[in-house]
């Protein structure tokens, strides 16, 4: 695993609202994160994200299961837990990261919103709990 691979993983695991500037320090000026709920380009829009995570959740925080993939591209596979709606949160996701020279340049998440997040907010979770059953 290269080294920017292994220190954007710490950074993630060890993720808190005043260490993610270390996070950035990965990331390159024109960086692409992309999740189900955000197509986001620049790393400081990237730390804006992280700030608002640290706003609207409490104690969210990532868990890396493996990496795989080669010095262009990995797939890491995670588990992010908080709590939010006074429910805990927790669910499994992957990502697939994109790196040039020594810098992060893409960050797409891939994770079931619907099950992992709608089914846990106060009324309208009742109707995706129904869908997803």
């Known amino acids: 695993m ?42 400081e829009n990237v730390g804006g994200m992280l700030r608002v995570m640290f706003q609207k959740t409490q104690n969210p925080s990532f868990k890396v299961i493996y990496s795989l993939g080669d010095t262009k591209k990995k797939i890491i596979k995670w588990e992010f837990s908080c709590i939010a709606f006074k ?12 790196i040039r020279g ?22 309208i979770g009742k109707i995706f709990k129904k869908i997803h059953k």
């Open 102 to 123: 020594n810098l992060i340049i893409k960050h797409e998440d891939f994770w079931d919103s619907g099950r992992n997040f709608y089914c846990k907010v106060p009324i």
């Open 2 to 43: 290269n080294n920017i691979i292994k220190k954007y993983i710490n950074c993630f695991q060890n993720l808190k609202a005043d260490n993610i500037h270390k996070l950035l320090e990965c990331l390159s000026e024109d960086v692409t994160f992309i999740d189900p709920f955000n197509r986001i380009i620049g790393k």
């Open 87 to 98: 429910k805990e949160i927790r669910f499994f996701g992957l990502s697939e990261i994109e």
